[in-house]
């Protein structure tokens, strides 16, 4: 069988990628498995300049998946530069999907052009989706013309495929998806978390430093698979599906509702040999199944 794909122009191995944040820039999962196994790597959201995040604490589980607050932290845009992308090119060979965040329209094009520099990065994710941020974040991907004025501003500075990646927290996934594409987006990434909050009992306060912070994992793969479908039939862009997947089966079914590539999120942070056990799952599973190459079933639904 073959579990290659196209995304964009650029041919991965296979769709599995880490959800961008669950891998960082890569160091910490090298000796857990072979990177190179990956379809690609997804990097941790870089903004202009290094970010704490907020304070702890910033998870809390709940059944069926996990509430963040991490609120953005990284590096920053010089250090992800010089020092994240040489050290994860020495330990990974595959293709590198870099993720970018920003405050305002501006920062996403500048930082956007300065990435387009990098010949390592082979894919822009923009992600106008964080709901950790008291401004822009999910402010942006929640309003169809600041998504594509977003989008706009990066595809003036780059000619490498963009993928937006979209919030779930709006009334209609395919007004922000369509916003998108007219800007110039080559693709959509979908889902970031939804806004939710947990509660203390004892303290009667939230477990969340912040009060609100983002749910994922298997309590949203329905609603991603729905969403995934929705922007697959309203716009000809290529999708990353993204929301709970955690084993083959997962990813075959995302596939069948509209994907093209998919990401692994939370499910790494409950075993961090996910990405590998799917990715060697994967060609069973599509035997099984009588599946000879994912394009035979994308958007079969
Ligand atoms: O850093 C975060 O709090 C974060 C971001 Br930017 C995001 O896009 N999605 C997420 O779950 N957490």
Known sequence: ?????????????????????????????????????????????????????????????????????????????????????????????????????????????????????????EILEINISCPNVDHG??????????????????????????????????????????????????GISLINNFKAMRIDLKTRKTITSKTYAGLSGPAIRPIAMRMVNEVYHACKLPIIGIGGISCADDVLEMIMAGATGIEIGSANLVDPWTCQKTIDALPKRMKELGIRNLEEIRGVV
């Open 1 to 121: 069988v073959d579990m290659s794909i196209e995304l964009a122009g650029v041919r991965l191995q296979n769709p599995v990628m880490p959800a961008s944040g669950t891998f960082g820039y890569g160091q910490e999962y090298k000796d857990v498995f072979d990177l190179n196994k990956l379809g690609a790597l997804v990097t941790k959201s870089i903004t202009k300049e290094p970010r704490y995040g907020n304070e702890l604490p910033r998870i809390a589980e709940c059944t069926s998946g996990m509430l963040n607050s991490i609120g953005l932290q990284n590096p920053g845009l010089e250090h992800f530069r010089e020092v994240d992308l040489p050290e994860l090119r020495k330990i990974y060979r595959g293709p590198i999907v870099a993720n970018i965040s920003g405050f305002s329209v501006d920062e996403y094009r500048e930082v956007a052009a300065k990435v387009d520099r990098e010949e390592q990065v």
């Open 137 to 186: 974040g999910s402010a942006f991907g929640s309003n169809p013309k600041l998504s594509e004025e977003i989008t706009r501003a990066v595809r003036d500075v780059t000619k490498k495929p963009i993928f937006m990646k979209l919030t779930p927290n709006v009334l209609d996934i395919t007004e922000i998806a369509k916003a998108c594409e007219s800007g110039g987006a080559d």
